[in-house]
């Protein structure tokens, strides 16, 4: 079956830098799309970023465009958000999400058949 698991998740300062990780498992890899999504206490679910399963596109949420950076490496299975120049507005569990059929946009939680357990990230200023 498969399963989403992410890593990397921390306690930093504003202006730090973070790198989590997203692993899925039980299909192939380049059966996946992948997308990152985030939900802070009391607020909704919201997107980050993601990547089609050839890697050759990309799409961030405005907050996340210059600062954030999703890529994925077909050589460990992995796709990774690198996040820098963090702020206290970043705080919240990051969801990773994987997509077998939709490979474009993927701006949308209900476009996502897998989610993993969520990390936290929090930021102190």
């Known amino acids: 079956q498969v399963q989403v698991v992410e890593s990397g998740g921390g306690l930093v300062q504003a202006g730090d830098s973070l790198r989590l990780s997203c692993a899925p498992s039980?299909?192939?890899?380049?059966?996946?799309?992948i997308g990152w999504f985030r939900q802070a206490p009391g607020k909704e679910r919201e997107f980050v970023a993601s990547i089609n399963r050839a890697g050759t596109s990309t799409w961030y949420h405005d907050s996340a465009k210059g600062r954030f950076t999703i890529s994925r490496d077909s050589a460990k299975n992995t796709v990774t958000l690198q996040m820098n120049r963090l702020k206290s507005e970043d705080t919240a569990v990051y969801y990773c999400?994987?997509?077998?059929?939709?490979?474009?946009?993927?701006?949308?939680?209900?476009?996502?058949?897998?989610w993993g357990q969520g990390t936290q990230v929090s930021v102190s200023s």
């Open positions: 039980g299909r192939p890899f380049s059966d996946f799309a």
């Open positions: 999400a994987a997509a077998l059929v939709i490979d474009y946009g993927l701006g949308y939680p209900e476009m996502y058949d897998y």
